[in-house]
């Protein structure tokens, strides 16, 4: 299955739910006004709108997701590269260390990942 897609706004939103999950509706109108700013009607619609897309569902107004923040950024970012870059995870890379700092421990942390990669490791 795959992951649906999640906008910026409702990324905000999932980041509150996450955090505090199972949570009731309510309480996340609560959460919602103080760190977004947002109206109960707003919270109440990404509610519905998020349940009909099968990232979260709402329960007896008690909201759990169906999807891990890290399926999100997975997602979002697989699409970013095969959008952007033509799904080639090289030229991604030399876009980004071409405009970033990239520090020695960053460097060994990426080429650990790369030899569990190559050793067949998952992580």
């Known amino acids: 299955m795959d992951t649906p897609k999640v906008f910026e706004s409702e990324y905000r939103f999932c980041l509150i739910l996450w955090e ?3 949570v009731k509706s309510s309480k996340l109108v609560e959460l919602c006004k103080e760190q977004l700013g947002w109206k109960p009607t707003t919270t109440y619609t990404v ?3 998020l349940s009909e897309r099968g990232v979260l569902k709402n329960e007896k107004t008690v909201v759990t997701s169906l999807v891990t923040k890290e399926q999100v950024q997975v997602a979002e970012l697989n699409e970013m590269v095969e959008k952007t870059f033509e799904g080639s995870l090289p030229a991604f ?3 980004f260390t071409k405009h970033q700092k990239i520090s020695d421990a960053e460097i ?3 080429q650990q990942m790369i030899d569990r990669f190559r050793k067949g490791e998952s992580k």
Do not use: L
């Open 108 to 110: 060994d942390a990426v």
């Open 93 to 95: 890379i030399a876009a």
């Open 20 to 22: 505090n999950e199972p």
């Open 47 to 49: 509610i519905k709108r």
